[in-house]
């Protein structure tokens, strides 16, 4: 535990400091979305208001709406902490040898694979937990806002709503939980990337792939470049969706795990990203520019 305060966290910490974005992003837009409703004029219906009552409000709707409101939220705030964090993956190596803060920290008793690792994991880790701690807090307070705002609504942002949406927060971890271990070569390429470097690291990122699809076009007049990295990229339509996302008016998508633990597709990006953090841990042990 103590090797854990010591090291670990101090580390955990340089990269919340040096790099705020990673948490005031989703902050800041949470933020938005409770406030901006408390101060809009929307209207429901054609007359101007939506009549509500609990009788002609169908039962299913009290956790639609719920779990509507919380999957919209946690949407939103994923999609701005996945544009932070790529950002964050391809600054975090080249900025330090940048700034040459570099120096500073290998003169203390840590190591290049415990800075690398600890790099990932807040990408991979602690955003992804922050963000889904942070939607279920701005679902709550959302959900409070509309009340005040909307009487209108209240039939449907009772407690029976906002109870059921968190019910649903379980499914929504476990889809996020599979998008980062399908996405954990993409973010170990970044860093890959990062790693290398000397100016531009986007450019060192999205050379080499179009570079290997413009030859293979020229050279082969085939694509397998492009499809394999669109079905790496854009893999929705392949993924394995539980039978139960099906049921009801509105249902968080559930992952099928024992078909996607089968998908040897993940596998063989977990080994390609062990592979490539390996690499990195070695590049930075070298890689001061000094």
């Given at each position: 535990?103590?090797?854990?305060?010591?090291?670990?966290?101090?580390?955990?910490?340089?990269?919340?400091?040096?790099?705020?974005?990673?948490?005031?992003?989703?902050?800041?837009?949470?933020?938005?979305?409770?406030?901006?409703p408390?101060?809009?004029?929307?209207?429901?219906?054609?007359?101007?208001?939506?009549?509500?009552?609990?009788?002609?409000?169908?039962?299913?709707?009290?956790?639609?709406?719920?779990?509507?409101?919380?999957?919209?939220?946690a949407?939103?705030?994923?999609?701005?902490?996945?544009?932070?964090?790529?950002?964050?993956?391809?600054?975090?190596?080249?900025?330090?040898?940048?700034?040459?803060?570099?120096?500073?920290?290998?003169?203390?008793?840590?190591?290049?694979?415990?800075?690398?690792?600890?790099?990932?994991?807040v990408?991979?880790?602690?955003?992804p937990?922050f963000?889904?701690?942070?939607?279920?807090?701005?679902?709550?307070?959302?959900?409070?806002?509309?009340?005040?705002?909307?009487?209108?609504?209240?039939?449907?942002?009772?407690?029976?709503?906002?109870?059921?949406?968190?019910?649903?927060?379980?499914?929504?971890?476990?889809?996020?939980?599979?998008?980062?271990?399908?996405?954990?070569?993409?973010a170990?390429?970044?860093?890959?990337?990062?790693?290398?470097?000397?100016?531009a690291?986007?450019?060192?990122?999205?050379?080499?792939?179009?570079?290997?699809?413009?030859?293979?076009?020229?050279?082969?007049?085939?694509?397998?470049?492009?499809?394999?990295?669109?079905?790496?990229?854009?893999?929705?339509?392949?993924?394995?969706?539980?039978?139960?996302?099906?049921?009801?008016?509105?249902?968080?998508?559930?992952?099928?795990?024992s078909?996607?633990l089968q998908?040897?597709?993940l596998?063989?990006?977990?080994?390609?990203?062990?592979?490539?953090v390996?690499?990195v841990?070695?590049?930075?042990?070298?890689?001061?520019?000094?």
């Amino acid at each position: 535990m103590s090797v854990w305060n010591s090291k670990y966290m101090v580390l955990v910490r340089r990269e919340l400091w040096e790099h705020r974005t990673l948490w005031l992003a989703p902050l800041s837009v949470a933020l938005l979305v409770v406030i901006v409703p408390m101060f809009a004029n929307v209207n429901f219906g054609a007359a101007g208001d939506l009549t509500v009552t609990a009788s002609n409000v169908p039962p299913e709707a009290y956790s639609m709406f719920g779990r509507a409101l919380l999957t919209g939220i946690a949407s939103v705030l994923g999609i701005i902490a996945s544009m932070v964090s790529l950002v964050y993956l391809l600054d975090c190596l080249f900025a330090e040898r940048k700034d040459r803060s570099i120096l500073f920290w290998k003169s203390l008793p840590v190591s290049d694979s415990q800075t690398v690792l600890t790099k990932l994991g807040v990408a991979l880790l602690l955003v992804p937990l922050f963000t889904l701690l942070v939607a279920l807090v701005t679902h709550v307070l959302l959900t409070g806002a509309l009340q005040l705002r909307y009487p209108s609504m209240r039939p449907v942002l009772g407690l029976e709503s906002v109870v059921d949406g968190f019910r649903a927060m379980p499914q929504l971890a476990g889809v996020w939980l599979f998008t980062l271990l399908w996405y954990a070569p993409v973010a170990t390429y970044l860093m890959l990337a990062s790693v290398l470097a000397k100016r531009a690291p986007l450019m060192y990122a999205v050379l080499p792939p179009a570079v290997l699809m413009l030859c293979e076009g020229l050279w082969l007049d085939s694509n397998h470049v492009a499809m394999f990295l669109g079905e790496r990229l854009v893999p929705w339509a392949r993924f394995a969706w539980s039978p139960e996302s099906s049921r009801g008016t509105f249902m968080v998508p559930g992952v099928d795990w024992s078909a996607q633990l089968q998908n040897l597709g993940l596998w063989l990006g977990l080994a390609a990203a062990a592979g490539m953090v390996y690499i990195v841990i070695r590049l930075r042990r070298y890689r001061d520019d000094t």
